[in-house]
């Protein structure tokens, strides 16, 4: 089967790191995306990783690893406008794309 | 201003009543897609669209269609809604298949 998993919830601290592990199991992968949704709103793209090795956009930085089929994301500096589901994403060769069910991230002052 | 458009934003309708919840994207994308929310589920996408006339099934597509006659619009239609399809549905659009998502504001589906 095609599936990417990833821990259901996350809690740091209010200045921290946190990291979200993201593992996928599907042929044919084309790279792996990042999505950040707030309660009650759409989904908004973060990063995309098409290639091994670190990306990095303010904050946020990503990191994938095709030989290990393994991805995460990483928050530095976290701030209580962070508290979201974070949610990691794959295109395969069938042009589908498959999400991870989510991950729900706490942060505490 | 570049947007992923869907309407409506809340639907509360009656089992067997046919409903369309349409989606149009100004940005030119080939890549349009349907996704339902379920807690605990994540996103799972329904349906898929490469061009215009071009559609293919997602991980659940029973009980919906969809069409993609113009490359701006991808509505999709539940031509017998039943209660099981109570949820929160994402329209989405890209370029292409891996490159960045932008999605509509979402419609919460209600199904009596």
């Known amino acids: 089967g095609q599936s990417l998993e990833q821990p259901s919830e996350v809690t740091a601290v209010e200045g921290a790191i946190v990291q979200i592990n993201c593992t996928y199991q599907t042929s044919g992968f084309y790279g792996l995306s990042w999505y950040q949704q707030h309660d009650g709103g759409a989904p908004t793209f973060l990063s995309y990783n098409a290639l091994d090795g670190l990306e990095e956009t303010g904050r946020f930085s990503s990191f994938l690893s095709r030989s290990d089929s393994y991805g995460y994301l990483l928050l530095q500096e976290l701030q209580m406008k962070d508290s979201a589901s974070y949610f990691c994403s794959g295109g395969n060769r069938d042009d589908k794309i498959i999400f991870g069910k989510g991950t729900r991230l706490h942060i505490l002052p | 201003e570049a947007q992923v458009t869907q309407n409506p934003r809340y639907l509360i309708t009656v089992t067997g009543k046919k409903l369309t919840v349409t989606c149009s994207q100004n940005?030119?994308?080939?890549?349009m897609s349907w996704y339902r929310q379920d807690p605990g589920l994540g996103l799972r996408q329904i349906y898929y669209s490469m061009n215009v006339e071009v559609t293919d099934k997602g991980d659940v597509p029973e009980g919906y269609k969809v069409s993609r006659k113009e490359k701006r619009n991808f509505p999709l239609i539940l031509e017998s809604p039943s209660p099981n399809q109570t949820s929160l549905y994402f329209c989405?659009?890209?370029?292409?298949?891996?490159?960045?998502?932008?999605f509509g504001s979402g419609t919460q589906l209600s199904v009596l």
């Open positions: 989405a659009s890209s370029f292409r298949v891996n490159e960045k998502l932008f």
């Open positions: 940005m030119n994308h080939e890549y």
